[in-house]
């Protein structure tokens, strides 16, 4: 790697992202910043991503670049061993071996504004203003706020469909479609513990993601039929649209000094569906029945 | 409610019950066994249904059942109260006051032989004599066998679709659809905790729910792009098969003292689906970027 | 059930005793509140009584009431069934067939003032503006005072006695009866774990329950044959005087458009006693002894 | 103090004892054997009591004992000073000063048989072939056996009275007095975590003491107004009896080359008792009640 | 023994000590103040040691002392028995029977200024006005300060090693012996859980005990081959010089109606050192290996 | 890196390790095997140390070793991150760029026979056939064995360090250079847990490490000033000499296809010591003492 008197150090650059999205406000669990890479390294070309997949950094080194940002950590649990034998170690021995520096910046980039719960709020319509949906650590994390007029529950999840990222799985929802809908919560990634926090707001609809049977159903009874409405529009999906954003800020920063790509690659593991989906709705008031 | 002397008791069908799915052989955080109800009141009208949702025990009420089986327990975590104020208050109190008792079978009827599994591999194409896939609380769990011949990833998931009842979801699959697979695992309900036991068992394809973004993409890093790979067929609808083979189970054993319903109502709280199905694996291997 | 225009409803007249006992003054491991009932039904009744057993259940049942408030919580360990089969279920069973809601004030009631320790405080004969004795989860707990003048612990304990509910066991008085108190501090219920507190104070007496060998022994052991000197006045009989207190309240603050019962059923556990008395005192200083 | 050549050292004597009461049997969170003394020191005189108080060690002073055997443990949890300023450091320096070994057996001595259960259940009138009650850490405790014919509890409480020593508060049982027993659960001192054993042996009656307000109170709500039936018969009592057959077991095994003494302190906290006894059992089923 | 109507009390010299090391800052797991002695007991000779060892204990006892002032605790993890099986029960039995109080400040004494640290600090050069190292419980520990100039790091060592009481194994020190070193960082005691103060700190050299391979090992390798270099300069050692100054003071605020006595028992464990000592440094860089 | 037909794979090396020191027999808490590599990267040098610091893996890496065998991990606690902002990922990052592979054989190899404490018994002078010292995670560690004939204290610790690498700080000795030992307990790297068991071994002395003065004094004071007596013969020293035997049975069983290589390099942090060293054990007695 030849070095140029103009280059940015990988110091530099992560002084710069450490300010857009300061460590310190990441949750206590939380594991963010440099996972690999030496800080005097240069770098001249930065790729985006929401997981440091295997493909994703292949994607990065067969491109020369040098740093790829992700939104999810790579070693989030503790390692010991970064041996190929399992596939993070493989992904790190990649990264390293090519003088990629991965570096995360996760739930301070959730909670940072801008950030990640803003370009999905963005997507769903919402301005600017938006209030925060709850805290967690003493950081403010999602966001809440209304529409410019209430919209039916279909022609909203339309809406944020169409500003997505596409999935084969496209984006699932409980409610009644005719429903009028105009205070919108919205989480990034896995949201199925923050329910309270949507009902105390008077939500109407909440976009978040990782909706499991349990917590889905019980928040639908106790919303009875009537809202909450709930969207699972996918982890990927809704946590993809912050990277542009903030790729943009970044070599706004820097002066273009560098150039950064935000990676294509869907990392949502899923690959196509199969099965009759029944007509909307309808059934669950079926009251049909067989006696044995 | 009248009595007659040819009326089974509840505790002669909590007996019979008990002898299907034994409650000791539940895990151990689980709670199942009888949650209203009265061991001296008559039984004659039993409904089976997997959750005991609002719905679920009004159609029960309605259709004058005494007794409702579920294969999810209503109070799983101990409440203090049931006053009507929250949904699982208010749905005890419509049962008790109707007089209609509710028994679960949760993992108790998963492990049983027949049980969860057994109607879930069914659908799979498995024979009857599956391996456990894993163990939990010294009881085994999950099933895993082999498919007659080997059918691709797509012919697969299809038949198994048409197997399971229908939601607005269908089933997500993540793999290749062309890929053959043959041994296959499956689990009712959420699985995304057992992907080391799938992987020892060397399965190509594995049937579960509830997978979260991080455990499935984490499990398909490990994969390559290659076996095992994942379907996640909805809780509901793994779990519902079983449901008609317990209520036969019953009527036969009680000589059809009672009678039995299956409820049809859907209990998955997803009610219809939006977005842009993109073509089948594709744009995983996209490279189209732009660079900002 | 009819209901009128001018009934109360169970939302109303919990607004009143949420406002007298506010549930955030509870102790964090307490639960208090309605445990059986719907906001909307009418309250014309209302009984009062230290403990929901199924006699004072069966009581309120039989003379209509709509209302039960009691001092301890039904539910105070999370319970996953309220079938007949437990005593627990059983009574839950009965208050939701009769529509009985039944409302726990429990540690918010002891802690409020007027409220638990307020009435035990008039008892003994304390004035109304008995200091804490001690701090909770950052709440004032029991009350210390000083009487007009001191008197012998037998006349003490003697007033008290006159004061309280009568049980067949009576109160139990650890220390020499002519000893003079006037410093005095009381806690309704179980308090053998606050002799810190009061030996902080300076009590002469302390007028609690539920006190047992160890605990007490200890803190006489510290007292050398001094003070604090111990009464356990009973468990049921300390909280009892509350509930007249509180039914006068509250049925003021309705204006009388409800009708308030305290229940005389004692839910003291003992019936009755036996043994031969030994005379007062004098054995702890016997030094008769036989050798072997 | 001077030693001859026929002295039991304390050594000699600790064998003896743990030889009756293996340490390795008392419970895991249990304190047993020597808590002050030499093994060299020589012990002529022996002094049993149930509590290693103030007034029990300066009685063995004053007597010239070398050894205070006790029931219960003087440092169960675990001290940092033996300085006078609390009341164990007291003890422990008094005894200390005046050459006096303390021993403590108990639960060791409450499994051992023959042990403090069994003194307990031949003061209930059982034989001595009772079956153990539960079990803790590995080891059987408490004891349950059958009455040659059945007796009022009345009565059954009466003669048990007779045979335990006599203390101020006496007996407290909670049941039908006319109520016939024959089934007897025996536990010495604090015995309310062990209602599940007492109802699984089917026991009319079960005698214990610190019996605590809730779970006296539910175990006779669970009961209905039938057995198993409770008397709380006072810690000090239930654990005195075996103090006497300990000394004599001892003397036998030392072949009389030790003085023994049963120290008649009454080590009970309570002093005396006030309050107007009502008639048994009545007021339980009174209806009076006053409207406000 | 006799008291006289000028002798201190126990209780007053305590208060005195107290004043010097308030009881209050110790940490939250530490246990001071009196193990074993009488408030009222008179006290005219003073012994002060760093540890309460039996021959400690033997030489106050055969000087006739009153008090022992320790830096550590006796009885640090709680006992359940002073009997003489243990040496720490010898020890109390040996200290009571003599009536020779023992008295402990520690990490109060550590925080204390004057105190352990102040001394230590001293000890390697530093002046007054040290700053703390970092908190602990909420209390300052340690210090660090720097020297006038800076001098080689083996002529700081030879300096503080002049400074400290002389023990067989003497100071080990890892680094460069010709670096020079100013800013320097000391705790008394066991300290190798303080590594990142010491670095924040911007420390040249760390002074302290008890430093094991890892942790040592760990912050040799963060420091490169640099500062902050290590001395172990003995856990006796370094808080031994605190002792004198303890006693003057003790002396001088009881205007001389004590005696005081520092003792010169070393009770650092070891007492003699084998093994052929290296050459300094150059090994670490020798390149000799030997091909199997 | 050129392979060719002849090269050992990483794979199969790891395999012939795994056999010496199986994986499943090390301490729960331990991580062992690979910490960097790929299982298909060929092997022809193999180089061994204590420790993985960074001048070890310089080293290895100048002499071009394919693979590092190490006794400590260096990853025993997960990490989240192998940039080169911390030591451990410095030295990850050359490990990987320089297709050095690092294996870890810790308690693994400290239980295995021949391992590590075998060969720490020779060098003690005991035979190959000495019985465990004790059990952890049901496997046994240490070593108990007998010398031939008793030698003094001095002589042993003299012979011992001679066999030992030397190091700045040589071996301490607690106890009585002139005392006789005969039986002797080893436990490589940090023993000051283990006293229970040498003591029920009867051990004259203990040979181990990182002795802290808390625990070795405690030793000591319980040993009275006979044995058992402590050597500490550094962490790094103990560890050491089984180093030269593994490395010889590898190559043995690979039948000379690799080329071994034992680290000369001493990863003891210390590296020279000051301080007056006082004659052996006189002091210990001195009774020299001034009054202030």
Same mark, same amino acid.
């Given at each position: 790697?030849?070095?140029?008197?103009?280059?940015?150090?990988?110091?530099?650059?992560?002084?710069?992202?450490?300010?857009?999205?300061?460590?310190?406000?990441?949750?206590?669990?939380?594991?963010?910043?440099?996972?690999?890479?030496?800080? &005097?390294?240069?770098?001249?070309?930065?790729?985006?991503?929401?997981?440091?997949?295997?493909?994703?950094?292949?994607?990065?080194?067969?491109?020369?670049? !040098?740093?790829?940002?992700?939104?999810?950590?790579?070693?989030?649990?503790?390692?010991?061993?970064?041996?190929?034998?399992?596939?993070?170690?493989?992904?790190?021995?990649?990264?390293?071996?090519?003088?990629?520096?991965?570096?995360?910046?996760?739930?301070?980039?959730?909670?940072?504004?801008?950030?990640?719960? !803003?370009?999905?709020?963005?997507?769903?319509?919402?301005?600017? %203003?938006?209030?925060?949906?709850?805290?967690?650590?003493?950081?403010?994390?999602?966001?809440?706020?209304?529409?410019?007029?209430?919209?039916?529950?279909?022609?909203?999840?339309?809406?944020?469909?169409?500003?997505?990222?596409?999935?084969?799985?496209?984006? @699932?929802?409980?409610? %009644?479609?005719?429903?009028?809908?105009?205070?919108?919560?919205?989480?990034?990634?896995?949201?199925? %513990? @923050?329910? %309270?926090?949507?009902?105390?707001?008077?939500?109407?609809?909440?976009?978040?993601?990782?909706?499991?049977?349990?917590?889905?159903?019980?928040?639908?009874?106790?919303?009875?039929?009537?809202?909450?409405?709930?969207?699972?529009?996918?982890?990927?999906?809704?946590?993809?649209?912050?990277?542009? &954003?903030?790729?943009?800020?970044?070599?706004?920063?820097?002066?273009?000094?560098?150039?950064?790509?935000?990676? !294509?690659?869907?990392?949502?593991?899923?690959?196509?569906?199969?099965?009759?989906?029944?007509?909307?709705?309808?059934?669950?008031?079926? @009251?049909?029945?067989?006696?044995?």
């Amino acid at each position: 790697m030849t070095t140029s008197a103009h280059d940015m150090s990988l110091a530099q650059v992560v002084a710069v992202l450490d300010g857009f999205y300061p460590p310190e406000t990441a949750a206590s669990w939380d594991q963010v910043g440099l996972v690999t890479g030496d800080p &005097a390294q240069p770098v001249r070309r930065v790729h985006f991503a929401v997981d440091p997949t295997r493909a994703v950094v292949d994607e990065a080194v067969e491109a020369g670049a !040098d740093l790829l940002v992700t939104h999810h950590p790579l070693l989030l649990r503790g390692v010991h061993s970064v041996a190929t034998t399992t596939a993070k170690g493989a992904v790190v021995t990649t990264a390293v071996v090519a003088d990629l520096a991965i570096y995360c910046a996760h739930t301070n980039a959730d909670i940072a504004r801008p950030g990640v719960n !803003d370009a999905l709020a963005a997507a769903a319509g919402l301005s600017d %203003d938006c209030a925060p949906l709850g805290m967690e650590d003493g950081q403010p994390i999602g966001r809440v706020g209304r529409l410019p007029e209430a919209v039916t529950l279909r022609e909203f999840a339309t809406r944020l469909a169409d500003a997505l990222p596409a999935t084969p799985v496209g984006l @699932r929802v409980a409610g %009644d479609p005719s429903a009028l809908v105009q205070t919108v919560a919205v989480m990034g990634g896995a949201g199925d %513990d @923050r329910f %309270d926090d949507v009902r105390a707001h008077g939500a109407d609809v909440y976009v978040t993601a990782d909706l499991r049977h349990h917590p889905a159903l019980e928040a639908r009874e106790e919303a009875g039929d009537g809202p909450p409405y709930l969207i699972d529009a996918g982890h990927y999906a809704t946590e993809h649209l912050w990277l542009a &954003a903030a790729a943009s800020r970044l070599a706004e920063a820097l002066q273009a000094r560098i150039v950064t790509h935000v990676s !294509d690659l869907r990392t949502d593991p899923w690959d196509f569906t199969v099965g009759r989906p029944t007509p909307d709705r309808t059934p669950q008031y079926s @009251r049909s029945s067989h006696e044995s």
